[in-house]
């Protein structure tokens, strides 16, 4: 580490991972391997095993099996929370560890990892009150001779993938809620960033989970992932990624029947109103399309602002995103990092091309930031979009913004409603009326008022519209990996019907 600014060497060497089932470490053997270069630097830093859909197999034959002989479903709520309390002090344990592969895999800068690590850490503690929280209902008013219950059962073996964008921490939005309701997982991260996925594995089998609660098969998302949509052992899918993938997950469970997680992509608005604290929310938005480089499937990149103080704001905005630091993300002091994928990055910069071919005018950024090595976008603001235009409709996924403007409340809430999708909002606005009437018109799963991307794994999460089924996190999210079973319990002497 460099003692003045904090920056972190790169490893010397690649780091190789087997996959995890039944409580083990199963190496790649005669299995291909998947070699991960850091984005940032494009030097080799993880390889992890190319499964086969018959090991994906095996996973789930022991997952079922750990399922069905209540190894862990037939434990107190109390017994599961001590578990999750461990593993929350077993990712503090290895906290810099699971930063730095997150780092080198993603891209995102350091601290930012570090951050998510920590918060991932807090998650679990909060899921270990949900598992002793959860609990069904009962129903004493049928009578004397009836009385009615309602249990909480958990689903089954859940099969679990995950994304690139945030490894660890969307992965822990998901595990600790999936085991505090007692049922067991399989879990597919994305093929360029399985790493912290596979650490996780070793520290909840250290926190105690018992052997083939949590298993882990690594490899590609179109054959294992397929096959796990596909599967017809797997009672629940948790999926999030893009809305296109989720469409097929959606298809392919028709087989079983199984039960659907889906949290996809988001165009997501920022209403600003002329009454709002400009400067705040200059702020939240500039944070809101730079957070993860703007691959984040809640980041604001549609700014809808108010006409009267829209150059105003526009100028606050560029003034902001000059000051934003782009680059190394084994700097700590670096904001916004590297973009995860050649693909990616290409993807991101044909949208600005678009973006000009269509009219829209280009206030600042526009192209890759030039380095010696690495993949990284300057952030990019495009004005005087219009809805027809690809830029407002579809998701980039990468730092790039559109500024249209509007002049009457209705008009702000029709351009915010105007997208397939329903991830999430914000409103800026110091006027109580005006906020609530917004929130309650704006069609999204997580609304903001006077901030972005914030919260805590209190509150549940998801989309309304093309976004997703289902909620994640807070007690919705336990509950989402139970089915409901009603029971009648009758009292004193039948009614003889014969
Ligand atoms: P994908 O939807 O392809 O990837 C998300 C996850 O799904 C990964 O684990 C991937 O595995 C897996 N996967 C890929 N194909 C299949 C399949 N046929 N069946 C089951 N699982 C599969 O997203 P991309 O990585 O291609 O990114 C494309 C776009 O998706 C982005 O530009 C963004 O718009 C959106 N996206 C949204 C995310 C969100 O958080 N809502 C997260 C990521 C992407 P593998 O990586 O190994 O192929």
């Not at 086969?52 to 017994?79: I, K, P, Y």
């Not at 929350?88 to 930063?99: F, S």
């Not at 604290?277 to 549609?302: K, M, P, T």
Request: some cysteine; hydrophobic content about 40%.
């Amino acid at each position: 580490m460099d003692m003045n600014t904090g920056k972190i060497e790169l490893p010397k060497q690649a780091r190789e991972f087997g996959f995890f089932v039944d409580g083990k470490w199963v190496s790649a053997g005669a299995r291909k391997l998947i070699e991960r270069r850091s984005p940032a630097h494009d030097v080799a830093v993880t390889r992890i095993t190319r499964c086969t859909v018959e090991d994906l197999n095996h996973a789930v034959s022991v997952a079922r099996q750990a399922f069905t002989d209540r190894r862990w479903s037939g434990l107190s709520g109390t017994d599961r929370a001590a578990v999750l309390l461990k593993a929350a002090e077993g990712i503090r344990a290895r906290a810099e560890e699971l930063a730095l592969l997150e780092t080198l895999e993603s891209g995102k800068g350091i601290s930012q990892s570090r951050g998510e690590v920590l918060g991932a850490a807090s998650i679990y503690e909060y899921a270990a009150g949900a598992a002793r929280a959860l609990h069904g209902d009962t129903f004493n008013n049928l009578g004397d001779n009836m009385l009615g219950l309602v249990t909480r059962e958990p689903i089954g073996v859940v099969g679990l993938i995950t994304p690139w964008n945030f490894p660890f921490f969307i992965l822990s939005e998901r595990v600790p809620f999936i085991l505090a309701s007692g049922c067991t997982i399989v879990a597919k991260p994305s093929e360029v960033t399985s790493a912290t996925t596979l650490v996780m594995a070793e520290i909840l089998s250290d926190a105690g989970l018992p052997a083939g609660v949590f298993n882990v098969v690594t490899g590609s998302g179109s054959e294992i992932g397929q096959a796990m949509t596909e599967h017809d052992d797997i009672d629940m899918l948790s999926f999030t990624g893009s809305t296109a993938v989720g469409r097929r997950a959606l298809l392919a469970s028709v087989g079983n029947f199984k039960k659907l997680g889906l949290e996809l992509g988001g165009k997501n608005p920022q209403v600003v109103f002329a009454d709002a604290d400009l400067d705040e929310a200059a702020d939240g938005v500039v944070f809101g399309i730079c957070f993860n480089a703007g691959q984040c499937c809640v980041s604001g990149s549609r700014l809808i602002v108010e006409k009267s103080v829209a150059a105003d704001f526009e100028a606050r905005i560029a003034e902001k995103l000059s000051r934003v630091r782009v680059g190394d993300p084994l700097d700590p002091r670096t904001q916004v990092g590297a973009i995860v994928t050649e693909q990616q990055h290409d993807t991101i910069l044909s949208y600005i091309g678009k973006g000009r071919e269509e009219g829209a005018r280009l206030v600042c950024g526009g192209g890759p930031l030039v380095t010696d090595q690495g993949r990284f976008v300057m952030p990019t603001v495009f004005s005087d979009v219009t809805m027809d235009m690809a830029v407002a409709r579809e998701e980039i996924f990468g730092p790039v913004l559109t500024i249209s403007t509007f002049e009457t409340f209705d008009e702000a809430m029709e351009l915010a409603n105007d997208t397939v999708y329903g991830l999430a909002a914000s409103i800026w606005t110091k006027n109580l009326d005006k906020a609530t009437n917004a929130f309650r018109r704006v069609q999204a799963g997580r609304v903001w008022v006077n901030t972005t991307i914030a919260g805590g794994p209190d509150l549940p999460i998801g989309g309304f519209k093309q976004s997703g089924h289902g909620r994640e996190t807070g007690i919705y999210g336990v509950e989402e990996y139970t089915e409901v079973k009603t029971v009648h319990i009758a009292l004193g002497k039948r009614d003889l019907w014969v």
